[in-house]
């Protein structure tokens, strides 16, 4: 991902564009959840398997065949405005991904497995994994910015949810956190930690939102 949050914000703007309620929160669900491949990542990291969890991540759930399988799913009558909506705020996932996080996407997956050209696509190639490292670090706090900025806008709409009293404090107090933990960790752990705040904060969070407010 570029940051969740910054997905998220996307997914947020692109789906007020759209009147029709379902295919808003199409758009919403589909700018965020390509990323949910994070979980399955980290179940791989935790079993050892670091290589396999490497290709889990911007695989099947940003591939071409996950588009054109939930195409399908809309065309034959399953949930169409939503998965429509799903698939415009996925599509815009998938590009953003291209080109705000250092890291390949597996457009053709799982071809890769038995074609040479169906490679995953990596803009950023000829970037070394210290630039990667360094780019990541800051992208994190950024997230946590973004999180507490998407809360306290929502605030002024929502003045009484606990989400947003709490949230915004909760996240910018996650940044130094998170600058001593990178100060005193591996890199391996200080990504594992940032992908842990991931899943059990934001993505609940995420989905909380999407049945409360969109
Ligand atoms: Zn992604």
């Not at 997905?7 to 029709?20: A, K, P, Q, T």
């Not at 600058?179 to 989905?207: C, D, E, K, N, W």
């Amino acid at each position: 991902m570029p940051t969740f949050a910054q997905h998220w914000w996307v997914g947020w703007f692109l789906s007020g564009c759209f009147e029709n309620p379902t295919v808003a929160k199409g758009v919403y669900w589909g700018s965020v959840l390509p990323d949910v491949d994070v979980y399955l990542a980290f179940l791989f990291i935790l079993l050892g398997r670091e290589p396999e969890a490497m290709k889990i991540h911007r695989g099947p759930t940003h591939s071409l065949l996950c588009f054109a399988l939930l195409a399908v799913c809309a065309l034959t009558g399953i949930a169409p405005l939503f998965l429509m909506g799903f698939l415009f705020g996925m599509g815009v996932h998938v590009v953003l991904d291209f080109f705000f996080w250092l890291w390949f996407v597996d457009l053709f997956w799982p071809l890769r497995y038995w074609v040479s050209w169906a490679k995953p696509i990596n803009l950023w190639d000829h970037v070394s994994r210290k630039t990667i490292e360094t780019w990541g670090y800051y992208l994190e706090l950024v997230d946590h910015m973004l999180v507490a900025a998407f809360l306290t806008y929502q605030k002024e709409r929502h003045p009484d949810t606990i989400v947003c009293q709490y949230g915004p404090t909760t996240m910018l107090a996650l940044i130094p956190a998170l600058m001593i933990a990178h100060r005193h960790m591996s890199v391996r752990y200080f990504f594992a930690l940032t992908h842990g705040i991931f899943m059990v904060l934001q993505m609940p969070l995420f989905v909380w939102v999407s049945v409360q407010w969109v």
